[in-house]
């Protein structure tokens, strides 16, 4: 079936540095891929999201590409900062317009000044 | 104001009781969801609705139920609670397959 695995957490970082969460999926046909953040307290929220292969999504410094020769879809940051702190889920979106979302696991990134 | 507001924010009951969550969204979102996140496991779908004559199933929907009460309101019961019914319970709407909003989340604990 389908699914989404994370790289296990907490992940600690001092500030500026380089940041790489890791995500695989295993689904059929094609999905879309996306990566949303959870800061404390709130809710998710969408940060980026890629709708075939070899698409680039970015916003606010982060980037993933969508690689379906190696089904992976990871998260980089170059230079993170203390107000990156959060749990950051990566999630697939199956073919067929259902919007279902299949979510990985969550990785807990804290960022120290 | 949020777009997605979730009532209430926590609530702590006992095994058996019967318990109603509730979300309201100003988007004019047709799609609505439930799910419930527990620590390790991320996100897993309840229910999900596409309108209100449509209602579906999630993968962990055994012991819940929902209302789509009008477009911008979907509430989900849990009939008799357990404590495995424990966990931080999320509304989310969206217009397409793209983007999904969050609310901010109910705390229930079943003690």
């Known amino acids: 079936g389908n699914s989404v695995t994370q790289m296990e957490g907490p992940v600690t970082l001092s500030e500026e540095a380089f940041l790489t969460i890791n995500c695989t999926y295993t689904a059929t046909g094609y999905p879309s891929l996306f990566w949303y953040v959870q800061y404390p307290g709130e809710g998710l929220q969408l940060l980026l999201k890629a709708t075939k292969a070899d698409d680039k999504g970015s916003n606010k410094g982060f980037e993933a590409t969508y690689r379906k020769e190696t089904t992976s879809f990871h998260l980089e940051k170059g230079s993170v900062q203390v107000s990156d702190s959060a749990v950051y889920f990566c999630?697939?979106?199956?073919?067929?317009?259902?919007?279902?979302?299949?979510f990985g696991q969550g990785t807990t990134l804290q960022v120290k000044p | 104001d949020a777009d997605v507001t979730q009532t209430p924010r926590n609530r702590i009951t006992k095994t058996g009781k019967r318990i109603m969550l509730e979300c309201s969204q100003t988007k004019g979102h047709d799609r609505m969801y439930w799910y419930r996140q527990d620590p390790g496991l991320g996100l897993r779908l309840i229910y999900y609705?596409?309108?209100?004559?449509?209602?579906n199933k999630g993968e962990i929907s055994d012991g819940y139920s929902v209302s789509r009460q009008a477009q911008a309101k979907f509430s989900l019961s849990l009939e008799s609670a357990i404590p495995n019914q424990t966990a931080l319970y999320f509304c989310?709407?969206?217009?397409?397959?793209?983007?999904?909003?969050f609310g901010p989340g109910t705390r229930l604990t079943v003690l």
């Open positions: 989310a709407t969206s217009a397409d397959m793209y983007e999904q909003f």
């Open positions: 999630a697939l979106s199956r073919a067929g317009n259902t919007g279902k979302l299949i």
């Open positions: 609705s596409f309108d209100v004559k449509d209602i």
